[in-house]
């Protein structure tokens, strides 16, 4: 049995990170904590892109563009969507998580989700260096850790001798 896991190590990865301006006292703080995170694992300050887009809606668009540079190793997304007294709170968050998704799988690049959805002001605080940690932190770690994972199954393939299913060459 194999075992495979990625290392988070920075080193020599360049990283885009995507931050929403909308909720902008939320957002600026879980942009620190992303690049705390990238700083702290070895990913050098020149290496680090940020693009700052209006709200979380156009997360995913400005992630694809950046992804479709073939610049980076990985990319961070960071928002803050706090329900307000509509459904317009469900519509954006859910595009921003739907539209990520689809990015991360149309460029087969690691997106971190550091998109936090709250009820309110005080549970966005708890979650962008209070209480509940920072979810940018998290976010940029779990895309360091999933660039160190692909990397190494990138370094394994082609090394198996038998194709898979009874396939023949």
């Known amino acids: 049995m194999a075992e ?14 995507v931050v929403s ?18 700083l702290q694992h070895g990913v050098k300050l020149d290496d680090i892109d940020v693009a ?13 563009q950046m992804l479709a540079s073939e610049r980076y190793d990985a990319l961070v997304a ?5 329900r307000g007294e509509t459904p317009h709170f ?3 968050a859910g595009a921003a998580a739907t539209g990520l ?18 009820n309110d002001d005080a549970q966005a605080e708890a979650r962008s260096g209070g209480a509940h940690g920072n979810k940018g932190w998290e976010a940029a770690l779990a895309a360091l ?6 990397s ?15 396939a023949t060459d």
Do not use: H
């Open 101 to 118: 998704a689809a990015v991360q799988r149309e460029y087969g690049m690691p997106v971190g989700f550091g998109v936090i959805t709250t």
């Open 152 to 166: 190494g199954l990138d370094a394994i393939a082609g090394q198996f001798d038998e194709p898979r299913n009874g």
């Open 21 to 38: 301006r909308f909720n902008e006292e939320v957002t600026t703080r879980l942009l620190d904590g992303a690049m705390k995170c990238l």
């Open 145 to 150: 850790e999933m660039a160190g994972l692909l």
């Open 52 to 64: 700052w887009v209006p709200g979380a809606w156009e997360l995913p668009l400005a992630a694809a």
């Open 4 to 17: 495979f896991n990625g290392d988070p190590s920075g080193e020599g990865r360049r990283i885009a990170v």
């Open 90 to 92: 469900d519509y954006v």
């Open 78 to 82: 960071v928002g803050a969507v706090i």
